[in-house]
């Protein structure tokens, strides 16, 4: 075993046997590295990912390409997930030397930790004109011998190179709706009318892009653009119906590598549970459908069932690959999920067999054969279905026949599950528990937001100051905490005070946003750095501004700015969203669609700001219609607060002096409507059903 067997990291551990020494990040190897004046070979990853594993059994588990690493460099294994700043570091440096990046990332760095060469996934051998990574080690090894020199003024001009990049300089926007248009323009040259989704293969959930266009096909209200709602809700529907969507266990794998959302990879991540039970959450409140609705359920029971611990906390994903079956070494992606027809023959009764085979384009000769061509009959089918066009028998057959697929199913060797907890993507499913479950009144899903806040306060939080943790396993905590870690919980909890309106939620959030603003932002620049300062071994603070599989820090932090403006009536919140704005001004009028989610904070802070208050019992019925009537809908402009006339309000007060005066009228529950910080005359519940208010 290797220095990585004392880690707690899924990823690090299962490289803990490796013939390869490794170390993990830190001291021991850097002074070694120092000491040897060897150069550090950094391979990043995460535990879930196929190429990671393939990369690690033909070349990590290979003694004679082990003994290479170790004769000639010092190697450093680095969990992505873990530390998301030093992947994103040098993935700046591989991005900019390649032209494209991915995992398992391979950097070669001097000593100090500058990087002087890197790549992604190396074969074993040498492939169809591509270098094998013995090769590569070897010529590399050539060259720190005897080109030591010029190898290292390489590595100071690829520092310097990333030193600038980190600089940027910002700009106001002229017009705050040029960078939506454009965004919506590009979108929809991209859309792909017949499949769903954006560009060809592979393709990725971007969720962030779904909630900015759902956002600007309402921004004409009463009215809304039925072009881009189509755009929304057609991606939406063909991802339900494809291949990436898992029909029997809920919950969507990581992206697809065709066109038709027919064959995904296979991994299941916890990001994108949470952001796409969210979009079809959005989807839901415009069209009320209950295909929607459906594979809400699909995802959060999902996760309740399988990535959910005891204490509360959610565990980060589920691996591609897995055992073909019991007792067997052999690993294939996808073994889990796939069926055969035969299978399912013997599996079901031969007329619900031929049905559901029928239903989903199950193939003798295997759905993934190009030949067989099962995408259309596939996806019509499915969307039939969820248009109510199937009748209720078929609809009847269809459900027992996945119920006893995924009982089946639930036997064979399940893939590995990475059972660290994260902090920021435990903040992103917060939100979905907490948002999900007001909207359908589901009190389950609300008490899991609770229980998995209740988890990150006291597993992932300094006690004394308050200070966010990054991740949690068996026990062990990453001291270091990331703006994101911030930023997404930060999100949660005003999702949750909205559900469940305990002030308790709220005085987090709001503590949180003063040690976010302590420990990244940028006084002279603007925006936050992903990392705090103090790290010696972290040569370049660097902040996002790409919205990927995951938002970036400063974008979702730029929407809770204005939320918390919103709240508090505070402007000085929106004045750093606006700062946020004008770092990323060259981003937001050259390539807009780079950055969907900062769009969706943009256009958040163009809208008519608008303020419910509501001041009653939380208990009594009327308050509660009142609460209900006000969260109707697709509101995502909006802020709710409760006058509750006790703790919550008296705290409130401190913040917002003309709550205070918001109280019920002649005893009864009340609601005060306010837009831009100037309130209407308050109304009562039967007022509100009489006129119609809040339509």
């Not at 080690?137 to 011998?145: R, Y």
């Not at 943790?469 to 911030?486: I, K, M, N, P």
């Not at 005893?667 to 059903?689: D, H, M, Q, W």
Request: glycine share 10%; net charge negative; hydrophobic share 40%.
């Amino acid at each position: 075993m290797n220095s990585l067997s004392t880690c707690t990291s899924p990823y690090l551990l299962q490289h803990a046997g490796n013939p390869v020494e490794w170390y993990p990040w830190g001291e021991e190897a850097f002074e070694l590295a120092q000491c040897e004046q060897k150069p550090i070979f950094l391979s990043i990853g995460y535990s879930t990912c196929h190429w990671c594993h393939v990369m690690a059994h033909e070349s990590f588990e290979n003694p004679e390409i082990a003994a290479l690493m170790n004769e000639h460099f010092i190697n450093v294994k680095v969990d992505r997930e873990e530390r998301p700043d030093v992947d994103r570091l040098y993935m700046a440096y591989v991005q900019g030397l390649t032209g494209s990046g991915g995992w398992p990332m391979s950097v070669w760095l001097t000593p100090d930790l500058k990087p002087f060469f890197g790549g992604t996934y190396f074969p074993p051998e040498n492939r169809h004109g591509r270098a094998g990574f013995p090769s590569v080690l070897m010529q590399l090894a050539q060259l720190w011998a005897q080109s030591r020199e010029k190898i290292e003024q390489e590595a100071v001009r690829s520092l310097a190179a990333l030193q600038a990049s980190a600089r940027s300089e910002a700009m106001t926007l002229a017009d705050a709706k040029a960078p939506l248009e454009r965004a919506v323009e590009y979108f929809q040259r991209i859309y792909d009318e017949e499949w769903g989704g954006f560009g060809s293969a592979p393709k990725f959930p971007r969720p962030s892009v779904l909630y900015f266009l759902l956002r600007q096909s309402h921004a004409g209200r009463p009215g809304c653009d039925l072009k881009l709602l189509r755009t929304v809700l057609g991606t939406l529907e063909h991802m339900a119906a494809g291949g990436i969507h898992d029909h029997l266990g809920g919950g969507f794998h990581r992206y697809s590598v065709d066109r038709p959302w027919h064959v995904p990879h296979f991994e299941k991540m916890l990001y994108d549970q949470a952001q796409l039970a969210v979009a079809y959450l959005e989807a839901w409140q415009v069209t009320g459908k209950q295909s929607h609705a459906e594979v809400i359920h699909g995802i959060l029971g999902y996760v309740q069932r399988e990535m959910t611990s005891p204490e509360g906390g959610f565990y980060s994903a589920e691996d591609a690959d897995s055992l073909l079956k019991h007792g067997s070494s052999q690993h294939a992606e996808g073994a889990f999920f796939v069926w055969t027809k035969e299978e399912i023959e013997a599996l079901l009764p031969p007329e619900e067999a031929n049905f559901f085979c029928t239903h989903y384009g199950v193939v003798a000769e295997g759905n993934v054969d190009p030949a067989s061509d099962p995408h259309g009959e596939l996806t019509g089918k499915n969307v039939l279905m969820e248009q109510g066009l199937i009748p209720e028998s078929d609809r009847d057959s269809l459900e027992r026949s996945k119920k006893s697929l995924f009982e089946s199913r639930s036997r064979r060797p399940r893939p590995h599950l990475d059972d660290k907890i994260l902090c920021a993507w435990n903040g992103l499913m917060i939100s979905a528990f907490a948002r999900v479950g007001v909207a359908f009144g589901n009190q389950e899903y609300v008490g899991a937001a609770e229980k998995a806040a209740y988890f990150i306060k006291g597993h992932l939080t300094e006690p004394v100051t308050g200070e966010l943790r990054r991740s949690w396993r068996q026990g062990a905590v990453l001291e270091t905490g990331f703006a994101e870690d911030y930023a997404f919980l930060i999100q949660g909890l005003l999702d949750l005070y909205e559900a469940t309106f305990s002030i308790r939620w709220l005085q987090w959030a709001s503590g949180l946003q003063g040690i976010m603003d302590r420990l990244f932002w940028d006084e002279e620049g603007g925006g936050y750095f992903s990392s705090a300062e103090g790290d010696p071994h972290l040569l370049v603070r660097l902040k996002e501004d790409y919205d990927g599989a995951e938002p970036s820090a400063n974008s979702v932090a730029a929407l809770n700015l204005l939320r918390f403006s919103r709240v508090f009536g505070d402007v000085d919140f929106a004045k750093k969203a606006e700062r946020i704005f004008a770092l990323s001004g060259r981003t937001l009028e050259g390539i807009p669609a780079a950055v969907p989610q900062l769009l969706v904070a943009l256009g958040y802070s163009i809208s008519v700001g608008r303020q419910i208050v509501i001041a009653g019992d939380p208990e009594a019925p009327d308050t509660k219609l009142l609460i209900a009537a006000a969260r109707k809908g697709f509101q995502p402009d909006q802020v709710i607060l409760l006058a509750d006339g006790g703790e919550g309000q008296s705290w409130l007060e401190g913040k917002i002096p003309s709550i205070a005066g918001m109280k019920t009228v002649d005893g009864k529950a009340t609601i005060y409507r306010c837009e831009n910080f100037t309130c209407s005359a308050p109304v009562t519940l039967s007022e509100v059903e009489s006129s119609g208010v809040l339509d």
